[in-house]
């Protein structure tokens, strides 16, 4: 056998495609037949395409291929190579025949018999691998499943698949798997008692918290988040964002403190990473870590969002999803290479049936395990609309408040973008909401231009613009607004103010701070804050912090103290956000000088980030229940003076 100069592919149920280099041979074949077993079936030439270095035959046959048996192509001289199933699995015929609606594939426990499920339809043979021994695994010819059952509670056994597939053998992890040995290396069987989806108060003005496990908690686990769920709870956070908790590849579970990452590149999506375990060689410990967490968190009576990445691939060639169903999960490009529209790692196939039931079960795993209560999709532009559609459909039919929501930025993609889930398309997917970078850059200044000003950083005349964004008229509707100055991407928002206001005091930068925070809490649509930034968290003034080190990423907890200021503005400025429903609330923008005004029932409130003094004239009596100091007490005549780069809030007596 030769496949290195000859290679044959499946593309259709009557369609091959033949690259022969032309290093052999020249590339001219005048004849390549179909081989199974020694029985010869003829090709039909359809077309010869040279290419740059090697040339194309396409060919059709008449004969039935049966998916998962072992074929070979012969050609000049007797050469053979495997015929590989390439997209023959992205044709709706392969995606109706063998798609597969039950929920246990995987390792599943129930009543005292352990069963393994493994969905590879064009592999020719599986072997389970488990505690040093090895099963043939029985093939279900109607959907592609193999499955194999014991008797026995095999909890804590470690596994691998062995798929041989396309004249090649690999030895792999399970897509499937609940839990791993660490840096991913078995499977490990998980005997999960799940948890009953509760029903909690919904909210109607929802502020999020993002938070890195890592960055937040002294040991960076799970367990060591729970001590600061007291100070989040008393901020006025109603759901706290995690960043991707779910085993990635960047970070030796061995030495996780050498190694550095936010964890933007999944290898396995349904079991947890176990850096983030007090032990990270007990893989069933983090299940139960993550579990705490997520009930402690729930017990402060906020709820548990999961930043989840299903836009990309760590490592797609070396991928179990590729090594078990080659060709399947991930697009391609007109090369025949991997589709990386983000730059990130290949583009998941989202639109194909097994691939989007794939999402679909992890995110209800994640709800009924964990009683997870939402759902940040990194790079959501780069899934289709119909499973984003799919999604909510399946966990409003479990949790009706599920929070759904991600990052809509138009990008090439391998696919038509009037098909996906990007915030141009938000009427489509209308109770799914976007961050809005467009509300970050013209309050804070562009992200991406670190001298650049935006309103809040003194820019006054941008507020037009100002009042545009903070309506939300982006979107079909305010709700779909995630309001943001600040996330884990790019620079910390008081880094940007050290650039972009370089000309004023220190104190002025904390004012603007402030004032940011106030234009976010004060919008139509869903408050967003990243940790640290209601205590003015800098990275030292580096833009992308992904990889960097944990003394630039570490959050310093005595900083709440130094900007208490700043953290008190901000859970007053919250308190007052939830009782008046800011968010969801028709509230009347106008301005004047550069400066906003707002009202809404009995309040008012006056956004000031010029250099001077406002003084805002009024009829009758107001309160002062919110001004840069945080006083509530002060009482009103016909006018008050809002200091420069501040924000007052009066209610009428």
């Known amino acids: 056998m030769n496949d290195y100069f000859i290679r044959a592919y499946l593309d259709d149920y009557k369609l091959i495609t033949i690259e022969m280099d032309i290093s052999f041979f020249d590339g001219e074949c005048n004849r390549f037949d179909l081989i199974k077993n020694e029985l010869i079936i003829p090709l039909n030439l359809i077309s010869k395409t040279k290419k740059n270095a090697y040339y194309e035959y396409k060919y059709s046959f008449d004969a039935d291929i049966v998916v998962s048996q072992p074929y070979e192509v012969m050609g000049i001289n007797g050469y053979r190579t495997p015929l590989v199933y390439r997209y023959i699995?992205?044709?709706?015929?392969?995606?109706?025949?063998?798609?597969?609606?039950?929920?246990?594939?995987?390792?599943?426990?129930?009543?005292?018999?352990?069963?393994?499920?493994?969905?590879?339809p064009t592999a020719n043979n599986v072997i389970l691998s488990i505690n040093d021994k090895y099963f043939k695994m029985n093939r279900n010819e109607v959907n592609g499943v193999y499955s194999l059952a014991f008797n026995g509670d095999l909890t804590g056994s470690l596994y691998n698949y062995i798929v041989s597939v396309n004249g090649n053998t690999y030895t792999t992890i399970d897509p499937y798997g609940k839990a791993s040995t660490a840096?991913?290396?078995?499977?490990?069987?998980?005997?999960?008692?799940?948890?009953?989806?509760?029903?909690?108060?919904?909210?109607?003005?929802?502020?999020?918290?993002?938070?890195?496990?890592?960055?937040?908690?002294?040991?960076?686990?799970?367990?060591?988040?729970?001590?600061?769920?007291?100070?989040?709870?008393?901020?006025?956070?109603?759901?706290?964002?995690?960043l991707p908790v779910n085993d990635f590849g960047s970070v030796n579970d061995y030495h996780k403190d050498i190694y550095y990452n936010w964890g933007?590149?999944?290898?396995?999506?349904?079991?947890?990473?176990?850096?983030?375990?007090?032990?990270?060689?007990?893989?069933?410990?983090?299940?139960?870590?993550?579990?705490?967490?997520?009930?402690?968190i729930h017990?402060?009576?906020?709820?548990?969002?999961?930043?989840?990445?299903?836009?990309?691939?760590?490592?797609?060639?070396?991928s179990s999803f590729n090594q078990i169903v080659p060709y399947y999960y991930f697009r391609y490009d007109k090369e025949n290479k991997f589709y990386e529209g983000s730059f990130c790692g290949a583009e998941l196939d989202t639109g194909l049936r097994m691939c989007r039931k794939y999402i679909?079960?992890?995110?209800?795993?994640?709800?009924?395990?964990?009683?997870?209560?939402?759902?940040?999709?990194?790079?959501?532009?780069?899934?289709?609309?119909?499973?984003?559609?799919?999604?909510?459909e399946n966990l409003k039919s479990i949790k009706e408040d599920v929070m759904l929501y991600g990052e809509g930025w138009v990008m090439k993609t391998g696919e038509k973008q009037l098909e996906m889930a990007n915030y141009s398309n938000s009427r489509l997917i209308k109770n799914i909401s976007f961050f809005n970078d467009e509300f970050r850059d013209v309050i804070k200044g562009n992200s991406f231009d670190y001298s650049a000003?935006?309103?809040?950083?003194?820019?006054?005349?941008?507020?037009?613009?100002?009042?545009?964004?903070?309506?939300?008229?982006?979107?079909?509707?305010?709700?779909?607004?995630?309001?943001?100055?600040?996330?884990?991407?790019?620079?910390?928002?008081?880094?940007?103010?050290n650039r972009c206001c370089i000309n004023e005091?220190?104190?002025?930068?904390?004012?603007?701070?402030?004032?940011?925070?106030?234009?976010?809490?004060?919008?139509?649509?869903?408050?967003?804050?990243?940790?640290?930034?209601?205590?003015?968290?800098?990275?030292?003034?580096?833009p992308n912090t992904y990889n960097a080190p944990d003394s630039v990423n570490k959050i310093n907890h005595r900083q709440?103290?130094?900007?208490?200021?700043?953290?008190?503005?901000?859970?007053?400025?919250?308190?007052?956000?939830?009782?008046?429903?800011?968010?969801?609330?028709?509230?009347?923008?106008?301005?004047?000088?550069?400066?906003?005004?707002?009202?809404?029932?009995?309040?008012?409130?006056?956004?000031?980030?010029?250099?001077?003094?406002?003084?805002y004239s009024f009829r009758g009596t107001k309160q002062v229940i919110l001004d840069d100091g945080g006083r509530q007490e002060f009482i009103a005549e016909k006018e008050w003076l809002v200091k420069r780069i501040s924000t007052v809030i009066l209610r009428e007596l």
């Open 89 to 120: 699995v992205k044709t709706e015929r392969f995606n109706q025949q063998y798609y597969y609606d039950d929920d246990d594939l995987g390792s599943v426990v129930i009543n005292g018999i352990t069963t393994f499920k493994l969905w590879a």
């Open 183 to 242: 840096n991913s290396k078995q499977s490990v069987v998980a005997n999960l008692i799940k948890a009953e989806p509760s029903v909690r108060e919904i909210t109607e003005d929802p502020v999020i918290y993002e938070v890195c496990i890592r960055d937040y908690s002294e040991s960076g686990t799970f367990d060591g988040l729970i001590p600061h769920l007291d100070y989040i709870s008393e901020l006025g956070i109603s759901h706290i964002q995690l």
């Open 264 to 296: 933007y590149d999944p290898v396995q999506y349904q079991a947890l990473d176990n850096s983030y375990c007090y032990d990270p060689t007990n893989p069933l410990l983090v299940i139960d870590e993550f579990k705490n967490l997520c009930e402690a």
């Open 299 to 318: 017990h402060k009576k906020m709820k548990v969002v999961l930043d989840v990445v299903f836009n990309h691939h760590y490592y797609a060639s070396r």
């Open 360 to 392: 679909i079960d992890t995110l209800v795993y994640f709800v009924k395990q964990y009683d997870v209560d939402g759902f940040r999709f990194d790079l959501m532009s780069f899934i289709d609309i119909e499973t984003m559609l799919k999604i909510e």
């Open 453 to 497: 000003t935006g309103y809040g950083t003194g820019n006054i005349w941008m507020a037009k613009k100002a009042i545009e964004v903070m309506k939300a008229k982006r979107f079909f509707k305010p709700s779909q607004s995630i309001n943001y100055v600040e996330c884990h991407d790019d620079m910390a928002c008081f880094d940007k103010l």
């Open 505 to 542: 005091t220190h104190r002025e930068r904390i004012q603007r701070q402030k004032l940011l925070i106030s234009c976010i809490l004060l919008s139509r649509g869903i408050s967003f804050l990243h940790a640290g930034q209601e205590f003015c968290r800098s990275k030292n003034g580096i």
């Open 560 to 615: 709440k103290e130094e900007y208490y200021d700043v953290v008190r503005f901000t859970k007053n400025l919250i308190e007052i956000k939830k009782k008046y429903n800011f968010g969801s609330a028709s509230v009347s923008y106008s301005e004047k000088e550069g400066i906003i005004i707002g009202k809404y029932q009995d309040l008012t409130f006056i956004i000031n980030p010029s250099q001077d003094d406002f003084l």
